[in-house]
């Protein structure tokens, strides 16, 4: 068995009759002016089983950490493979992510304690934009070449 696919985002929706998945404002490396920070989180991630394994409910886990710490426990993933496909999707709705500082996020799908697949993202600090002040209602400014022409 292997993952096939880990996805961020805000929101993650599997429709129920076609199956298939849409997914919005995904979240990849960000960069933020300011932490800490708390941002919507879901996780989608899908699984294949070879046409010979035997695997009813697999021991699969996801573990989350930044800078290389743990934000939460391991989390169980309920899995289920339908008879009649390889196939099974997983969505974890984790609500408001919180992330302290830069750093690096790692989300990992474990089998049995093994890494089957990782997914990072890292957050970084905004550039500082220089703050530009402007005149007092009612006051004028000099424009920039006055001086120049007089």
Known sequence: MHC??????ESIIID????KTSAFNLIEDTTSDSYPI????MIYSTYEKSNNEEIDAPNIAIQITFNDQPLFAPIALNINFKPTSRISKNVIHLGLLPIPSEGKLAIKILFNDVPLRERDIMF???RVVQEIN?????????????Q???
Do not use: H, L, Q
């Not at 096939?4 to 985002?9: D, E, K, L, N």
């Open 4 to 9: 096939r696919s880990i996805i961020c985002a």
């Open 16 to 19: 129920v009759n076609s199956r």
């Open 134 to 146: 402007f005149p007092e209602e009612g006051m004028t400014a000099p424009a920039p070449d006055d």
């Open 148 to 150: 120049a022409t007089s």
């Open 124 to 126: 970084k600090r905004s």
């Open 38 to 41: 708390a941002m919507p989180f």
